[in-house]
């Protein structure tokens, strides 16, 4: 039986971790007691989902809300619930609707607290909402599953961990910290974790791989202090990559900043549907799902089923075509035959039918894949290329990772590379989570992921700061919007690192200080206005209203977060000795 002592040390102070993985299109949880992960770490419990024939341990990322807005149905009930609205022609452009609405957060610079989104029927609503919605019904649906199975469980037994990409910027993961404590979710109860880190986790936890090396032995076993991995974690709507180098102490260093990109499982739903389209034109499509919602969800959920069973050895995929899409075909184009529909695509000749069948060719379904594997691979191929940081292995996790065709394009390109995919590498990022719940400093080092420093405004120097930044306070000439660094991008830096710097305060009339910071994508920026830096949040902090007539100076601090990688940031007046931060720091309001 495995040990949970791996040179990390646990977290002692709640009797049960429980992990929320919020997919783009596919969410679950899973938990474990600190009993059971002491004696047999990878005793992880689930919920099972049934959507009719799929039987899933997550559930799709669909939420309907009545039209008070109060919760209706989340998950495949949610998207049944609907469809069964529109075919009865009840009230249902009063309720929202929402489906795979996550990627709104991604390199979102423009997000804010309250940032709407709009529903099925173009209904706009604050995205805040709708995500903590989602989250508290997870929650609850969580603890009701704890109940069961532990009795006399309390609500701050447990800790939680919301999984997050690595790629995404701090306003996003800010968001979704404010959704979940938004949902239910006291503060001191949540962590939030990377997602490509804690499929990591996971495969360090792991006996035995799908795939080994050639001498058989398990990445576990393979992977001794120094050996250097790529974790590439393919899920929904994102690809997600971080660099990892195994400790000695059992602890994993991040070597690289995370990379990544829009591209995930569901681009190739959205080119199935395109391939639809093509065959029986937009406007057919668009009525079909207006009209036989419950219809178009069956078709998407067995192209799921297609998509997972394929693989490079398939044949002619032949998927059953509701008939309610038939004859909606035919009577838009004025035809007795869908043949005579297919004569008038591009697929003329090569796609057939037989009864209620649409007979797909195995290149045609398989050129479904290849712009969104092409794009992964290439993005992948350049970091390899600049050599910019080096590794032996490659990790694949995600729901996506299990498809036969990415998995055999990995291993045809990275020949060099030895490639993993867990068993149940859609569930690792969630295994994993419940595993960095119980052990959150087995995290030994982070990259920073941008340059993070302050406005200030040094004395002016003739030669050096240019005439255009030249201001005068209190009759001293000096330059403002000057950059100052506190951690520059690429820098190793440990979780809880801390960094303070003293600042006068120089417009002594003003009652508040706005206390800014700033990143770049470069190493050394100059000015907070060049085109590379970006405001993070501020600060706002009052100043003492009765002052002596010494110099008022503040202390800034960031410290980078011990457990959760977020970045914190604290003010200090250094009069009154008064401290600020928490609520004072906003990432989200602009």
Partial sequence: MASASIGVVPRQHRLFVAAIDFGTTYSG????????????PLKIFFNNWNAGNLLSRKASTTLLLKPDKSLSSFGYDAETKYADMIEDKENFEDYYYFHCFKMLLHNNKKLRRDTE?????GKPLKAMHVFSQ??????????????????DIQKDDIHYVLTVPAIWDDNAKQFMREAAVKAGILEKQLSLALEPETASIYCQQLQQTRQTDEG???????????????VVDLGGGTTDITFQERCIDGKLREIHRPMGGPWGGRNINEAF???????FKKDVLDEFKKIYMDDYLHMERQFETKKRAFTSESGVVKMTFPLSLIELAKNIWKTDSVDEIIKNSKYAG??????????????????LFLPTVDKI????????EDNSVSFDYILLVGGFAECNIVQKRFDDTF?????????EAGLAVLKGAVLYGHMPQIIATRVARHTYGIESYPKFVDGKHPVSKRVVIDGVARCKDVFFKYVTIGQEITPGYKLSQDFQVLKLENNTLECTIFASWEKNPKFITDESCFKLGTLTVPLPQQRSSELLKIEETMVFGETDHELHFFVRDKINNRTYDGDFFNLLDK
Avoid: C
């Fill in 29 to 40: 949880y899973a938990f474990s007691s600190k009993d059971d992960w002491e004696k047999e």
């Fill in 117 to 121: 989104i709009k529903d099925a029927t």
């Fill in 134 to 151: 989602s989250i508290k019904f997870l929650r609850q649906k969580l603890f009701e599953s704890l109940e069961e199975k532990f009795t």
């Fill in 216 to 230: 058989g032995a398990s990445f576990l076993d393979v992977a001794e202090t120094g050996t250097r991995f790529m």
């Fill in 273 to 279: 549907f395109a391939f639809i389209e093509e065959i």
């Fill in 350 to 367: 090569k796609v057939k039918t037989e009864t209620q069948k649409l007979h797909i060719p195995k290149d045609i379904f398989i050129s």
């Fill in 377 to 384: 691979i290439a993005h992948i191929q350049k970091i390899v």
């Fill in 415 to 423: 020949n060099d590379k030895k490639v993993i995919i867990p068993e």
